[in-house]
């Protein structure tokens, strides 16, 4: 066999094995890489500003092929515009994920749509062959029994057109909701329910739901459930302790204007991540690390097992297989 024959057939032979893998993958497009930053939480945080700054600042170096922010981000109020205006420095497209807390002060999740230009409560969007499905996890179950506090629950009309969308897809797909589908302490009410969903969709031989990411949990952990990855992105800014642990770990000025953070440990430094997927099946994350402002967990006496997963100041970095 000549080198050009050679050449020719073992790129068919790699493309039926990527064709396998991913129906419908475009072989022009060989990958995906995105930047993730979750509950920056602008309304308590003093620097948030200067957090999504540095995030934006990165991107911009580092040009993944669009952004995404997990939810609990500000306000849909005027005062927050300038923040606005720092997040749409970046130069590429920018996507939203509402979380529970944007809605705080009597706000509504259609203000929150608006005031931050995002494509609706729910939807779903296609980039370099990939298929990305953002979930609003913030609507009411009217069951009498549900458990108190925010509402954490995907409507029977969010999950049948959650049904549709991914029946009307090809492409290998990533899930993004604020609360985790896998995590049953403050994670969707409907979780096993929304898990089972994207199951379904993995039937018949088509491994289509390959990535869920959330944020909420202020937390690094991993997931791998019936053949999806579960990934949840640690908070930009800190861990919530409460009043147990209260702690002022700036100035009294900062306490004075942001009294939350108090009963929060903070990270010194803002993280985030960056997500690549490729064509040969790998899901490549790369975090940050920073330590904790004043006094850690450990130290004031918390206790692990309320929180489940450990409370750390790093996104980990992760190889996965799909």
């Known amino acids: 066999m000549d ?3 050679f050449l020719t057939k073992t790129t068919l032979a790699g493309g039926a094995v990527l064709f396998a893998r991913f129906p419908a993958y475009t072989p022009a497009k060989k990958k995906i ?3 993730v930053i979750a509950d920056l ?3 308590i945080m003093h620097d948030a500003p200067e957090r999504l700054s540095a995030f934006i600042s990165a991107m911009n170096q580092e040009k993944p092929d669009f952004i995404l922010q997990m939810g609990d981000f500000c306000y849909p109020k005027k005062e927050n515009q300038p923040l606005m205006d720092i997040w749409n420095r970046f130069s590429g497209p920018r996507y939203h994920v509402i979380g529970n807390h944007d809605t705080d002060g ?3 999740r259609e203000q929150v749509v608006e005031f931050w230009k995002a494509k609706g409560k729910y939807y779903s969007f296609d980039s370099n062959g990939f298929h990305f499905v953002i979930l609003d996890g913030n609507e009411h179950n009217s069951s009498k029994s549900r458990p108190p506090g925010y509402a954490r629950y995907i409507s029977s009309t ?3 057109w959650l049904q549709e969308d991914l029946a009307a897809t090809a492409l290998p797909t990533i899930v993004c909701c604020h609360q985790g589908l896998d995590n049953d302490a403050g994670g969707l009410e409907n979780g096993t329910l929304l898990r089972y969903t994207l199951e379904q969709a993995n039937q018949r031989g088509k491994h289509k739901v390959i990535l ?4 909420h949990h202020h937390q690094d952990y991993y997931n791998h459930i019936n053949g999806i990855h579960y990934v949840q992105i640690n908070s930009a800014s800190y861990q919530w302790l409460g009043e147990k642990y209260k702690e002022i770990r700036y100035s009294a000025d900062i306490d004075k204007t942001h009294p939350w953070i108090k009963y929060t440990v903070p990270y010194k430094e803002p993280l985030w991540a960056t997500i690549e997927i490729t064509d040969n099946g790998s899901i490549t994350i790369k975090g940050r690390k920073t330590i904790f402002v004043g006094t850690t967990p450990e130290q004031l006496g918390v206790n692990p097992v309320e929180y489940i997963y450990p409370i750390v ?3 980990s970095d ?5």
Request: proline share 4%; net charge positive.
């Open 3 to 5: 080198r050009k024959n």
């Open 212 to 215: 869920v990411l959330s944020g």
């Open 318 to 322: 992760r190889n996965l297989v799909i």
């Open 33 to 35: 890489r995105f930047g």
């Open 158 to 160: 969010q999950l049948q």
């Open 41 to 43: 939480h602008h309304d």
């Open 313 to 315: 100041p790093y996104i």
């Open 106 to 108: 009597g706000f509504t």
